[in-house]
């Protein structure tokens, strides 16, 4: 047992000092991770403290609606600073509701977030487990084993033992998965989030059978039962997004060449004949922004397909097309016909060291421009943020034109 | 991983998680709803104690069976015990008639009982003063800071330990309307 600690007249036990502890490791690991990953970090941390705010308030206000006549004769109680007087349930509503409304109004994709918010899910799990081992609650059934510990006047499972080596093996899992906090370690978002549930998921509902007091409906242990329906919904969600067929989804591809805007005319020609096309922007001529060695001016050109075709078979495809315009890999100086995948079906992901979304994409305006030419409402797939919002913020000053093939082109 | 494996795999593991859930509350019994041994947490009965009222009589726990009983341990150095006893004094007599009990644990050997005595005189308490001079029923309690409360039902089980200021009017008033089964 852990002693207690005392800050003016609030006594914090462990446990809760354990919490907060773990709230803060939490949300400091989710911003590390969300700028690995590139999605809106700030806005993240933002929703979780002001969701935790909005629960700790709606957990007062439930408690006072449910005992009203109380505070009806004495509404000051409302306001003071005890942990006492809360209705967790009410609390978790009011904050998810809260953490929810604040990710749609900054239009945060939902799996990508998820994903982002794993570390978070397993960091707090272990946390609530040590803080239940520090002040005794949920302890485990009277045993003989040579392990158990004494607690409450018998000797017991050591619950939270158990479940916290199991958790060890499902962090390691999730350490290597990730490249420790790099990548989400998959091509499709989600698929993290919903691994490290199930792990969970499994995980309690190995563990509660060795809790004393469980908490019966219909015969079965509550926790483990929320466990079995969280288990089948993950595993659902990653059936189908490890094996379902792709959709027709968009994909914008940035093409350039500093050799001739032609070359661009051409590609697109060819891209039309591969893939159906949802929207081209103009041709725009650009001054090499890398600058690595200098080379003459760009002209750079975004459009957006729709395939079916996995993300590696299309890169395949994309550097064949590069190949007939006459591109020699390695070759800076001379670039007939260069091809990027700047987003893929709205995923983030790495695949052999390549992201997607390209960060270039919130880099250099030979990128953002012509996206936000053809579609202003376009918005980043990890972050949620508009192109114009990127645009306001884009380190990039080099000059776009739009190419005209009258004065800019070489023919007549 | 192949399509077909995944299936089997999941299927496997879906079916592993509802056996055992289901199988639980056979393999893994609760022990039985109250539990004979005696400790200082919720569900558990309180560790019983006879300890002398300041005025020279004494009182067990046990006397008060078919009772909710507040047990509250102070000391007069503890400024927030002072500032949460007029609140229970308040709680105190408003349910005392129906049968609400508060003692008043002075942990007399961190304290001084005529500092105690003082203090609790001064205030007109009337719920009463309970003196554990030795710390035993303290120990027993496991209390590790004050104040420290403990609130029973009337079948001498423990429902709420609140541990430091928590223990408000509002919220003492809140706990004692549902164990008396209050709803105004």
């Not at chain 1, 109680?77 to 978790?92: E, R």
């Not at chain 1, 590696?312 to 995948?341: A, M, T, W, Y």
């Not at chain 1, 052999?352 to 960060?359: A, K, R, V, Y």
């Not at chain 2, 050997?109 to 554990?132: G, R």
Request: net charge neutral; proline share 6%.
């Amino acid at each position: 047992m852990f002693p207690i600690i005392e800050i003016g007249p609030l006594a914090i036990q462990a446990a809760g000092f354990i919490l907060l502890i773990s709230f803060w490791l939490s949300t400091w690991l989710t911003g590390k991770f969300s700028s690995a990953l590139g999605t809106n970090g700030d806005v993240i941390e933002n929703s979780l403290l002001l969701g935790l705010l909005a629960g700790i308030l709606g957990a007062r206000v439930g408690f006072m609606l449910q005992n009203f006549e109380v505070f009806y004769s004495n509404p000051i109680s409302l306001f003071s600073l005890t942990p006492s007087m809360l209705n967790p349930a009410f609390g978790v509503l009011v904050g998810v509701l809260v953490a929810f409304i604040l990710s749609q109004k900054n239009h945060l994709p939902l799996w990508a977030t998820l994903d982002t918010l794993s570390p978070l899910l397993l960091v707090f799990f272990i946390g609530f487990q040590i803080a239940n081992l520090a002040n005794g609650e949920v302890y485990g059934l009277p045993t003989q084993a040579p392990w158990s510990i004494n607690l409450w006047g018998a000797s017991r499972h050591p619950v939270q033992i158990y479940t916290l080596l199991l958790v060890f093996i499902l962090l390691i899992w999730f350490i290597v998965k990730t490249k420790t906090l790099k990548s989400t370690g998959f091509m499709r978002n989600g698929l993290l989030f919903c691994f490290t549930l199930s792990g969970l998921s499994l995980i309690t509902i190995f563990a509660r059978s060795f809790v004393d007091k469980k908490i019966l409906v219909a015969g079965v242990d509550l926790l483990q039962l929320v466990g079995v329906i969280t288990l089948i919904s993950c595993l659902f969600i990653i059936y189908k997004k490890l094996f379902q067929p792709l959709h027709e989804a968009p994909v914008h591809i940035s093409m350039g060449s500093n050799q001739s805007a032609d070359h661009l005319i051409n590609a697109l020609a060819v891209l039309k004949s591969e893939f159906s096309i949802i929207r081209t922007s103009r041709i725009y001529v650009t001054q090499d922004v890398k600058k690595d060695p200098p080379s003459s001016e760009f002209f750079n050109q975004v459009v957006e397909i729709s395939t079916t075709l996995p993300y590696s078979q299309l890169r395949k495809k994309l550097k064949s097309i590069e190949q007939q315009f006459g591109r020699v890999p390695g070759n800076k100086i001379v670039v007939p016909l260069d091809l990027d995948i700047i987003t893929y079906h709205q995923e983030v992901f790495e695949y052999h060291g390549s992201h997607i979304p390209d960060p270039n994409l919130i880099k250099y305006r030979y990128i953002a421009e012509p996206i936000a030419e053809m579609d202003p409402g376009f918005r980043h797939p990890a972050n949620g943020k508009s192109i114009g919002a990127i645009l306001q913020k884009i380190p990039d000053h080099s000059m776009l034109n739009i190419w005209n093939k009258v004065k800019n082109g070489t023919k007549e | 991983m192949k399509r077909s494996r995944f299936i089997i795999l999941s299927i496997a593991i879906t079916l592993v998680s509802i056996a055992w859930m289901s199988f639980t509350p056979l393999i893994f019994p609760s022990a039985e709803d109250t539990p004979k041994i005696s400790a200082p947490h919720p569900g558990f009965p309180a560790p019983s104690f006879n300890l002398e009222v300041f005025n020279g009589d004494s009182l067990s726990l046990s006397d008060l069976k078919g009772q909710p009983v507040l047990i509250f341990f102070w000391a007069s150095w503890c400024s927030v015990c002072k500032r949460t006893m007029p609140g229970l004094q308040s709680v105190y007599e408003e349910f005392h008639e129906r049968g609400f009990e508060i003692l008043a644990i002075n942990s007399t050997f961190q304290d001084t009982l005529p500092s105690a005595v003082s203090y609790y005189e001064s205030q007109n308490y009337t719920f009463p003063l309970l003196i554990d001079l030795d710390g035993i029923v303290t120990q027993d309690y496991q209390v590790r800071a004050l104040p420290t409360s403990v609130l029973l039902n009337s079948d001498g089980i423990v429902v709420n330990v609140v541990i430091g200021a928590g223990l408000s009017e509002a919220y003492l008033s809140t706990q004692i309307r549902e164990l008396l089964s209050i709803n105004e």
